[in-house]
Protein backbone atom coordinates (compact mmCIF):
# COMPACT_ATOMS: atom_id res chain seq x y z
CA UNK A 1 0.00 0.00 0.00
CA UNK A 2 1.51 3.52 -0.76
CA UNK A 3 0.60 6.31 1.69
CA UNK A 4 2.30 8.79 -0.37
CA UNK A 5 0.70 12.24 -0.82
CA UNK A 6 0.36 12.93 -4.40
CA UNK A 7 -0.03 16.24 -6.04
CA UNK A 8 -2.60 16.00 -9.39
CA UNK A 9 -2.34 18.14 -11.80
CA UNK A 10 -4.84 20.50 -14.22
CA UNK A 11 -4.77 19.08 -17.60
CA UNK A 12 -2.85 20.37 -20.13
CA UNK A 13 0.18 21.67 -16.97
CA UNK A 14 2.37 18.90 -17.59
CA UNK A 15 4.51 20.35 -19.80
CA UNK A 16 7.25 22.32 -18.03
CA UNK A 17 7.80 19.16 -15.99
CA UNK A 18 8.29 16.96 -18.98
CA UNK A 19 10.87 19.63 -19.88
CA UNK A 20 12.15 19.43 -16.18
CA UNK A 21 11.84 22.40 -15.38
CA UNK A 22 11.42 21.67 -11.35
CA UNK A 23 8.68 24.35 -10.02
CA UNK A 24 4.81 23.66 -9.52
CA UNK A 25 2.74 26.52 -8.97
CA UNK A 26 -0.31 26.54 -7.04
CA UNK A 27 -2.87 27.45 -10.34
CA UNK A 28 -1.18 24.22 -11.52
CA UNK A 29 -2.73 21.92 -9.17
CA UNK A 30 -5.91 20.05 -9.32
CA UNK A 31 -6.12 18.78 -6.29
CA UNK A 32 -3.66 17.23 -3.30
CA UNK A 33 -4.38 14.20 -1.67
CA UNK A 34 -2.62 12.88 1.39
CA UNK A 35 -2.05 16.04 3.74
CA UNK A 36 1.54 16.56 3.44
CA UNK A 37 3.32 18.40 5.56
CA UNK A 38 5.89 21.81 4.69
CA UNK A 39 8.94 19.69 2.94
CA UNK A 40 7.31 16.79 2.33
CA UNK A 41 7.83 14.39 -0.46
CA UNK A 42 4.60 14.80 -2.77
CA UNK A 43 4.40 12.30 -5.92
CA UNK A 44 3.32 14.22 -8.95
CA UNK A 45 0.70 13.22 -11.47
CA UNK A 46 -0.49 14.69 -14.90
CA UNK A 47 -4.04 14.74 -15.42
CA UNK A 48 -4.50 11.48 -16.56
CA UNK A 49 -2.85 9.85 -14.01
CA UNK A 50 0.85 9.05 -15.38
CA UNK A 51 3.70 9.87 -13.07
CA UNK A 52 5.76 13.17 -13.41
CA UNK A 53 8.40 12.99 -10.20
CA UNK A 54 8.50 13.65 -6.67
CA UNK A 55 8.22 16.71 -5.15
CA UNK A 56 8.76 18.82 -2.12
CA UNK A 57 5.66 20.30 -0.74
CA UNK A 58 5.08 23.97 0.48
CA UNK A 59 1.78 24.84 1.01
CA UNK A 60 2.27 28.32 1.88
CA UNK A 61 4.42 29.14 -1.25
CA UNK A 62 3.37 30.55 -4.68
CA UNK A 63 5.30 27.36 -6.03
CA UNK A 64 3.21 24.69 -4.05
CA UNK A 65 6.10 22.36 -5.08
CA UNK A 66 9.96 21.70 -6.57
CA UNK A 67 10.58 18.68 -7.91
CA UNK A 68 13.27 16.40 -6.52
CA UNK A 69 13.65 13.81 -9.05
CA UNK A 70 11.69 13.17 -12.29
CA UNK A 71 12.01 9.32 -12.09
CA UNK A 72 10.72 7.10 -9.43
CA UNK A 73 13.33 6.94 -6.70
CA UNK A 74 13.41 7.32 -2.94
CA UNK A 75 13.89 11.00 -1.34
CA UNK A 76 16.04 9.75 1.32
CA UNK A 77 19.47 11.11 3.13
CA UNK A 78 21.28 8.87 0.62
CA UNK A 79 19.29 10.91 -2.62
CA UNK A 80 20.59 13.86 -0.51
CA UNK A 81 23.86 12.90 -0.06
CA UNK A 82 24.00 11.91 -4.00
CA UNK A 83 22.97 15.05 -5.32
CA UNK A 84 25.63 17.18 -2.92
CA UNK A 85 28.45 14.74 -4.08
CA UNK A 86 27.56 15.53 -7.76
CA UNK A 87 27.53 19.37 -7.43
CA UNK A 88 30.48 19.07 -5.46
CA UNK A 89 32.20 17.06 -7.93
CA UNK A 90 31.33 19.32 -10.99
CA UNK A 91 33.16 21.57 -9.47
CA UNK A 92 36.43 19.84 -9.06
CA UNK A 93 38.75 21.76 -10.93
CA UNK A 94 37.58 25.11 -9.10
CA UNK A 95 38.47 23.65 -5.16
CA UNK A 96 42.11 22.58 -5.35
CA UNK A 97 43.47 25.68 -6.29
CA UNK A 98 45.51 28.35 -3.58
CA UNK A 99 44.70 31.31 -5.83
CA UNK A 100 40.83 30.72 -5.40
CA UNK A 101 40.27 29.68 -1.67
CA UNK A 102 36.07 30.64 -2.19
CA UNK A 103 33.37 28.96 -4.92
CA UNK A 104 29.65 28.31 -4.45
CA UNK A 105 29.36 24.41 -4.08
CA UNK A 106 25.63 24.51 -4.34
CA UNK A 107 23.51 26.86 -6.17
CA UNK A 108 20.09 25.39 -6.19
CA UNK A 109 17.66 24.37 -8.94
CA UNK A 110 20.98 24.53 -10.89
CA UNK A 111 22.22 21.67 -9.05
CA UNK A 112 18.74 19.76 -8.62
CA UNK A 113 18.84 20.66 -5.22
CA UNK A 114 15.83 23.65 -5.05
CA UNK A 115 16.57 26.18 -2.85
CA UNK A 116 19.86 25.25 -1.15
CA UNK A 117 22.75 27.42 -1.24
CA UNK A 118 26.33 26.18 0.23
CA UNK A 119 29.74 28.83 -0.19
CA UNK A 120 32.75 27.79 0.54
CA UNK A 121 35.13 30.63 2.51
CA UNK A 122 38.33 28.89 2.85
CA UNK A 123 37.68 26.54 6.18
CA UNK A 124 34.08 27.28 6.47
CA UNK A 125 31.15 26.90 4.55
CA UNK A 126 27.97 28.89 4.34
CA UNK A 127 24.49 27.55 3.60
CA UNK A 128 21.28 28.88 2.91
CA UNK A 129 18.06 27.40 2.83
CA UNK A 130 15.56 29.12 1.28
CA UNK A 131 12.67 26.30 0.53
CA UNK A 132 10.65 23.78 2.74
CA UNK A 133 12.38 20.59 0.81
CA UNK A 134 15.74 21.44 2.04
CA UNK A 135 14.48 22.84 5.41
CA UNK A 136 13.04 19.61 5.93
CA UNK A 137 16.17 17.45 5.21
CA UNK A 138 18.74 20.28 7.16
CA UNK A 139 20.15 17.92 9.72
CA UNK A 140 20.83 15.09 6.77
CA UNK A 141 22.66 17.80 4.47
CA UNK A 142 24.80 19.17 7.29
CA UNK A 143 26.19 15.92 8.04
CA UNK A 144 26.55 15.23 4.46
CA UNK A 145 28.63 18.25 3.61
CA UNK A 146 31.17 18.35 6.27
CA UNK A 147 31.73 14.37 5.34
CA UNK A 148 31.74 15.39 1.64
CA UNK A 149 33.72 18.67 2.04
CA UNK A 150 36.06 18.23 4.73
CA UNK A 151 35.46 21.94 6.42
CA UNK A 152 36.09 23.85 10.38
CA UNK A 153 32.00 25.22 10.70
CA UNK A 154 29.54 25.41 8.89
CA UNK A 155 27.38 28.34 9.18
CA UNK A 156 23.40 29.15 8.17
CA UNK A 157 22.59 32.50 6.87
CA UNK A 158 19.15 31.58 6.06
CA UNK A 159 18.11 35.05 6.49
CA UNK A 160 16.68 36.37 3.16
CA UNK A 161 12.97 37.48 2.74
CA UNK A 162 12.01 34.34 0.44
CA UNK A 163 12.13 32.48 3.57
CA UNK A 164 8.97 34.45 4.52
CA UNK A 165 7.55 33.67 1.09
CA UNK A 166 8.32 29.95 2.00
CA UNK A 167 6.31 30.39 5.46
CA UNK A 168 9.94 29.70 7.24
CA UNK A 169 11.52 32.18 9.82
CA UNK A 170 14.80 33.34 9.52
CA UNK A 171 17.19 31.43 10.98
CA UNK A 172 20.99 32.00 11.45
CA UNK A 173 23.89 30.59 13.06
CA UNK A 174 26.56 27.49 13.57
CA UNK A 175 25.01 24.45 12.25
CA UNK A 176 27.83 22.74 12.55
CA UNK A 177 31.66 22.70 13.99
CA UNK A 178 33.14 26.19 14.93
CA UNK A 179 31.66 29.45 14.77
CA UNK A 180 33.80 31.33 11.70
CA UNK A 181 36.04 34.20 13.18
CA UNK A 182 34.72 37.67 13.09
CA UNK A 183 36.35 38.12 9.76
CA UNK A 184 37.08 35.36 7.30
CA UNK A 185 40.26 35.73 4.69
CA UNK A 186 40.20 34.23 0.95
CA UNK A 187 42.40 34.56 -1.53
CA UNK A 188 40.85 35.31 -5.11
CA UNK A 189 43.57 35.03 -7.76
CA UNK A 190 46.29 36.55 -5.52
CA UNK A 191 43.83 39.22 -4.21
CA UNK A 192 42.79 38.71 -0.57
CA UNK A 193 39.72 39.87 0.68
CA UNK A 194 38.34 39.58 4.57
CA UNK A 195 34.51 39.25 4.74
CA UNK A 196 32.04 39.11 7.40
CA UNK A 197 29.99 35.47 7.68
CA UNK A 198 27.75 37.04 10.36
CA UNK A 199 26.83 40.24 8.74
CA UNK A 200 27.93 40.07 4.93
CA UNK A 201 25.60 40.31 2.74
CA UNK A 202 23.61 37.39 0.87
CA UNK A 203 26.58 34.66 3.11
CA UNK A 204 29.56 37.10 3.12
CA UNK A 205 30.71 38.30 -0.65
CA UNK A 206 29.75 38.35 -3.93
CA UNK A 207 31.11 35.34 -5.23
CA UNK A 208 29.36 35.49 -8.02
CA UNK A 209 31.55 38.62 -10.02
CA UNK A 210 34.58 36.07 -9.75
CA UNK A 211 35.39 36.60 -13.66
CA UNK A 212 34.04 40.22 -13.84
CA UNK A 213 36.37 41.61 -11.46
CA UNK A 214 39.05 39.35 -13.85
CA UNK A 215 37.81 40.71 -16.64
CA UNK A 216 38.07 44.63 -14.77
CA UNK A 217 41.04 44.01 -13.74
CA UNK A 218 42.65 43.37 -17.32
CA UNK A 219 40.79 46.84 -18.15
CA UNK A 220 42.61 48.86 -15.63
CA UNK A 221 45.90 49.34 -16.72
CA UNK A 222 46.65 53.65 -15.85
CA UNK A 223 43.10 54.34 -15.73
CA UNK A 224 41.52 56.53 -12.74
CA UNK A 225 38.35 54.31 -11.88
CA UNK A 226 34.70 55.11 -10.03
CA UNK A 227 33.93 51.74 -8.62
CA UNK A 228 29.88 52.67 -7.43
CA UNK A 229 28.47 50.39 -5.19
CA UNK A 230 31.64 49.17 -3.98
CA UNK A 231 30.75 47.42 -0.51
CA UNK A 232 33.83 45.83 0.19
CA UNK A 233 35.93 46.58 -2.52
CA UNK A 234 35.97 43.76 -4.88
CA UNK A 235 36.26 45.34 -7.84
CA UNK A 236 38.20 48.72 -6.64
CA UNK A 237 40.92 45.98 -5.35
CA UNK A 238 41.04 44.04 -8.55
CA UNK A 239 41.22 47.88 -10.32
CA UNK A 240 44.77 48.61 -8.28
CA UNK A 241 45.76 45.06 -8.95
CA UNK A 242 45.40 45.52 -12.30
CA UNK A 243 47.20 48.82 -12.44
CA UNK A 244 44.64 51.30 -12.31
CA UNK A 245 46.09 54.89 -11.31
CA UNK A 246 43.37 55.86 -8.68
CA UNK A 247 40.40 54.35 -7.54
CA UNK A 248 37.23 55.89 -5.92
CA UNK A 249 34.85 53.73 -4.11
CA UNK A 250 31.17 54.80 -3.52
CA UNK A 251 28.91 53.08 -1.22
CA UNK A 252 26.27 54.23 1.09
CA UNK A 253 27.20 51.56 3.99
CA UNK A 254 29.66 52.56 6.42
CA UNK A 255 30.33 49.45 7.81
CA UNK A 256 31.17 48.03 4.06
CA UNK A 257 33.58 50.84 3.19
CA UNK A 258 35.28 50.06 6.40
CA UNK A 259 36.11 46.51 5.82
CA UNK A 260 36.94 47.60 2.12
CA UNK A 261 39.43 49.53 3.68
CA UNK A 262 40.84 46.66 5.36
CA UNK A 263 40.70 44.64 2.08
CA UNK A 264 42.52 47.39 0.54
CA UNK A 265 45.53 47.38 3.12
CA UNK A 266 45.53 43.70 3.02
CA UNK A 267 46.66 44.01 -0.50
CA UNK A 268 49.17 46.50 0.28
CA UNK A 269 47.85 49.21 -1.36
CA UNK A 270 48.18 52.74 0.45
CA UNK A 271 45.36 55.33 0.88
CA UNK A 272 47.16 57.39 -1.32
CA UNK A 273 45.93 55.14 -4.43
CA UNK A 274 42.23 55.18 -3.14
CA UNK A 275 39.33 56.76 -1.58
CA UNK A 276 36.18 56.00 -0.08
CA UNK A 277 32.84 57.96 0.03
CA UNK A 278 29.97 57.12 2.01
CA UNK A 279 27.51 58.32 0.39
CA UNK A 280 24.03 57.23 -2.05
CA UNK A 281 25.61 57.02 -5.48
CA UNK A 282 22.69 58.63 -7.07
CA UNK A 283 23.53 62.10 -5.41
CA UNK A 284 27.32 61.54 -5.96
CA UNK A 285 27.17 60.71 -9.65
CA UNK A 286 24.87 64.24 -10.00
CA UNK A 287 27.18 66.25 -7.91
CA UNK A 288 30.49 64.96 -10.15
CA UNK A 289 28.61 65.89 -13.43
CA UNK A 290 28.22 69.50 -11.93
CA UNK A 291 31.87 69.41 -10.72
CA UNK A 292 33.01 68.01 -14.04
CA UNK A 293 35.02 65.24 -12.90
CA UNK A 294 36.04 62.81 -14.93
CA UNK A 295 37.32 59.18 -14.85
CA UNK A 296 38.86 56.59 -17.66
CA UNK A 297 36.30 53.37 -16.24
CA UNK A 298 33.44 53.58 -14.21
CA UNK A 299 32.08 50.39 -12.61
CA UNK A 300 28.11 50.27 -11.54
CA UNK A 301 27.07 47.14 -9.80
CA UNK A 302 24.01 47.88 -8.00
CA UNK A 303 21.48 46.01 -5.50
CA UNK A 304 18.75 44.38 -7.38
CA UNK A 305 16.49 47.14 -8.28
CA UNK A 306 14.02 44.76 -9.31
CA UNK A 307 13.10 41.82 -7.16
CA UNK A 308 9.94 40.66 -8.82
CA UNK A 309 8.92 41.14 -12.43
CA UNK A 310 6.30 43.82 -11.45
CA UNK A 311 8.73 46.43 -9.71
CA UNK A 312 10.83 46.28 -13.16
CA UNK A 313 9.47 49.55 -14.84
CA UNK A 314 11.31 51.52 -11.62
CA UNK A 315 14.31 48.98 -12.08
CA UNK A 316 14.74 49.87 -15.59
CA UNK A 317 14.59 53.57 -14.95
CA UNK A 318 17.05 53.65 -12.36
CA UNK A 319 19.43 51.41 -14.21
CA UNK A 320 18.89 53.76 -16.73
CA UNK A 321 19.82 56.77 -14.37
CA UNK A 322 22.99 55.75 -13.16
CA UNK A 323 23.97 54.51 -16.72
CA UNK A 324 23.24 57.74 -17.73
CA UNK A 325 24.61 59.97 -15.42
CA UNK A 326 28.10 57.78 -15.26
CA UNK A 327 28.02 57.91 -18.94
CA UNK A 328 28.59 61.90 -18.54
CA UNK A 329 31.74 61.34 -16.46
CA UNK A 330 33.85 59.53 -18.74
CA UNK A 331 36.53 60.39 -20.52
CA UNK A 332 36.45 59.88 -24.70
CA UNK A 333 37.61 56.11 -24.45
CA UNK A 334 36.25 55.61 -21.68
CA UNK A 335 34.76 52.60 -19.57
CA UNK A 336 31.49 51.67 -18.65
CA UNK A 337 31.03 48.44 -16.88
CA UNK A 338 27.64 48.12 -15.75
CA UNK A 339 25.81 45.35 -14.14
CA UNK A 340 22.11 43.75 -13.64
CA UNK A 341 21.46 41.34 -10.93
CA UNK A 342 17.93 41.33 -11.59
CA UNK A 343 16.48 38.39 -13.05
CA UNK A 344 13.48 40.37 -13.82
CA UNK A 345 15.66 42.13 -16.37
CA UNK A 346 17.26 39.79 -19.29
CA UNK A 347 20.19 40.74 -21.04
CA UNK A 348 18.25 42.35 -24.21
CA UNK A 349 16.51 44.84 -22.48
CA UNK A 350 19.33 45.62 -20.26
CA UNK A 351 21.48 46.29 -23.28
CA UNK A 352 18.66 48.80 -24.77
CA UNK A 353 18.61 50.21 -20.99
CA UNK A 354 22.04 50.49 -21.63
CA UNK A 355 21.96 51.93 -25.15
CA UNK A 356 19.24 54.60 -24.28
CA UNK A 357 21.25 55.73 -21.23
CA UNK A 358 24.48 56.42 -23.55
CA UNK A 359 22.45 57.98 -26.47
CA UNK A 360 20.57 60.29 -23.72
CA UNK A 361 23.73 61.19 -22.60
CA UNK A 362 24.75 62.34 -25.81
CA UNK A 363 27.82 60.04 -26.17
CA UNK A 364 28.13 56.95 -28.17
CA UNK A 365 29.33 53.46 -27.61
CA UNK A 366 30.23 50.15 -28.70
CA UNK A 367 29.88 47.12 -26.17
CA UNK A 368 33.39 44.88 -25.75
CA UNK A 369 32.20 42.33 -23.40
CA UNK A 370 29.32 40.60 -22.39
CA UNK A 371 29.50 39.35 -18.95
CA UNK A 372 27.69 37.15 -17.03
CA UNK A 373 27.68 35.57 -13.16
CA UNK A 374 30.97 32.74 -12.52
CA UNK A 375 30.66 29.31 -13.54
CA UNK A 376 30.28 28.00 -10.11
CA UNK A 377 26.70 29.45 -9.91
CA UNK A 378 25.95 27.65 -13.21
CA UNK A 379 22.38 27.53 -15.23
CA UNK A 380 20.54 24.67 -15.33
CA UNK A 381 19.23 24.20 -19.02
CA UNK A 382 15.71 23.36 -18.08
CA UNK A 383 16.23 26.44 -15.49
CA UNK A 384 16.98 29.41 -17.44
CA UNK A 385 15.48 31.47 -14.56
CA UNK A 386 18.92 31.24 -12.98
CA UNK A 387 20.54 33.76 -15.10
CA UNK A 388 20.36 35.99 -13.01
CA UNK A 389 23.92 38.27 -13.38
CA UNK A 390 24.54 40.21 -16.28
CA UNK A 391 27.07 43.00 -17.24
CA UNK A 392 28.50 45.31 -20.32
CA UNK A 393 31.53 46.46 -20.61
CA UNK A 394 31.28 49.36 -23.49
CA UNK A 395 33.61 51.75 -24.75
CA UNK A 396 32.17 55.36 -25.33
CA UNK A 397 33.76 57.79 -27.65
N1 LIG B 1 30.40 45.37 -6.31
C1 LIG B 1 30.34 44.66 -5.06
C2 LIG B 1 28.94 44.26 -4.67
C3 LIG B 1 27.93 45.38 -4.63
S1 LIG B 1 26.52 45.03 -3.69
C4 LIG B 1 31.27 43.44 -5.12
O1 LIG B 1 31.64 42.98 -6.21
O2 LIG B 1 31.64 42.94 -4.05
C5 LIG B 1 25.64 46.51 -3.71
C6 LIG B 1 26.17 47.57 -2.76
O3 LIG B 1 25.45 48.76 -3.01
C7 LIG B 1 26.01 47.32 -1.27
O4 LIG B 1 27.26 47.41 -0.65
C8 LIG B 1 25.09 48.44 -0.76
O5 LIG B 1 25.50 48.95 0.50
C9 LIG B 1 25.28 49.49 -1.81
N2 LIG B 1 24.18 50.43 -2.05
C10 LIG B 1 22.85 50.15 -2.20
N3 LIG B 1 22.18 51.26 -2.58
C11 LIG B 1 23.09 52.26 -2.66
C12 LIG B 1 23.02 53.64 -3.03
N4 LIG B 1 21.86 54.20 -3.40
N5 LIG B 1 24.16 54.36 -3.02
C13 LIG B 1 25.34 53.80 -2.67
N6 LIG B 1 25.46 52.49 -2.34
C14 LIG B 1 24.35 51.74 -2.33
Redesign the pocket.
Known amino acids: MNHMHTLHLNKGRESSLLRRHPWIFSGAIARVSGSPAPGDTVRVLDAGGQMLGLAAYSPQSQIRARVWSFVDESIDSAFLRTRLQRAIARRAGLLNDPQRTACRLVYAESDELPGLVVDRYGDYLVCQFMFTGVERWKQEIVQHLHELFPCKGIYERSDAAARNREGLPLSQGVLWGEAPPDIVEINEQGRL?GLSIGHG?KTG??L??YT??EAVRRLCQGRRVL?????????GIAALSGGAEHVLN????AP?LELAAANFARNGFTPAQYENL???????LRDFRQQGRRFDLI?L???KFAETKVQFKKAARAYKDIALQASTLLEPGGLLVN?S?SGAIDMPLFQKITADAVLDAGRHGQILHYLHQAEDHPVGLPFPESLYLKGLVSTLD
Not at 227 to 234: D, H, I, Q, R, S
Not at 250 to 253: E, H, I, L
Not at 278 to 284: R, W
Open positions: YHFYDQNRNCFAYTGGFVDSSSTANVFDVVDPPFC
